[in-house]
T-cell receptor, first 113, second 111 residues
Framework: DAGVTQSPTHLIKTRGQQVTLRCSPK?????VSWYQQALGQGPQFIFQ???????QRGNFPDRFSGHQFPNYSSELNVNALLLGDSALYLC????????????FGSGTQLSVL | RKEVEQDPGPFNVPEGATVAFNCTYS??????FFWYRQDCRKEPKLLMS???SGNEDGRFTAQLNRASQYISLLIRDSKLSDSATYLC????????????FGAGTRLTVKP
């Protein structure tokens, strides 16, 4: 049973570029949440997807957008990259409701130069 | 005020020591609580859930005080392998599993 998988593992971009990160949830899970973790900080909630729709969103600008596909996999897109977007981007899957723990992927380390 | 606040740390303790981490949360409607462990540049992994009655898992004990909006984690008989960052996590809405993380407290256990 595959856990949460993310790709790529590492990425280097320059300011102003656009990036797409990908996530496949744990088998059976229907909800994907994305987090940004800067060095020395805890994960910050970006947004959550369920049934191909954005259910809720954290305090991130519109440059951050996402998508969920019918197979529950998800993408995170960031436009007009800034140096401050450099971080570890974590995808977590779960069921939508109930006290269900999050299963995390190993993340994508994004460096913006 | 941050949604979830933790002891800033870092904590540097000798093997065998007892160490306690504290966490406070701002949303009084929060319904469930967790401690996650994160090793350096790895993904967070669930350590334990936190129940109102308090719960214990081996050397780890978690406590919840809803009135004070306060959560704690106690580690007894620290091992070198306990060195990690401990993240306090609060589910603010079980209808959509809205998990919010603290900044984490770094623990280093030394020989």
């Amino acid at each position: 049973d595959a856990g949460v998988t993310q790709s790529p593992t590492h990425l280097i971009k320059t300011r102003g570029q656009q990036v797409t990160l990908r996530c496949s949830p744990k088998s059976g899970h229907d909800t994907v949440s994305w987090y940004q973790q800067a060095l020395g900080q805890g994960p910050q909630f970006i947004f959550q997807y369920y049934e191909e729709e954005e259910r809720q969103r954290g305090n991130f600008p519109d440059r951050f957008s996402g998508h969920q596909f019918p197979n529950y996999s998800s993408e995170l897109n960031v436009n007009a990259l800034l140096l401050g977007d450099s971080a570890l981007y974590l995808c977590a899957s779960s069921f939508l409701t109930g006290n269900e723990k999050l299963f995390f992927g190993s993340g994508t380390q994004l460096s913006v130069l | 005020r941050k949604e979830v606040e933790q002891d800033p740390g870092p904590f540097n303790v000798p093997e065998g020591a007892t160490v306690a981490f504290n966490c406070t949360y701002s949303n009084s409607a929060s319904q469930s609580f967790f401690w996650y462990r994160q090793d350096c540049r790895k993904e967070p992994k669930l350590l334990m859930s936190v129940y109102s009655s308090g719960n214990e898992d081996g050397r780890f004990t978690a406590q919840l005080n809803r009135a004070s909006q306060y959560i704690s984690l106690l580690i007894r008989d620290s091992k070198l392998s306990d060195s990690a960052t401990y993240l306090c996590v609060v589910n603010t809405n079980e209808n959509n599993n809205d998990m919010r993380f603290g900044a984490g407290t770094r623990l280093t256990v030394k020989p």
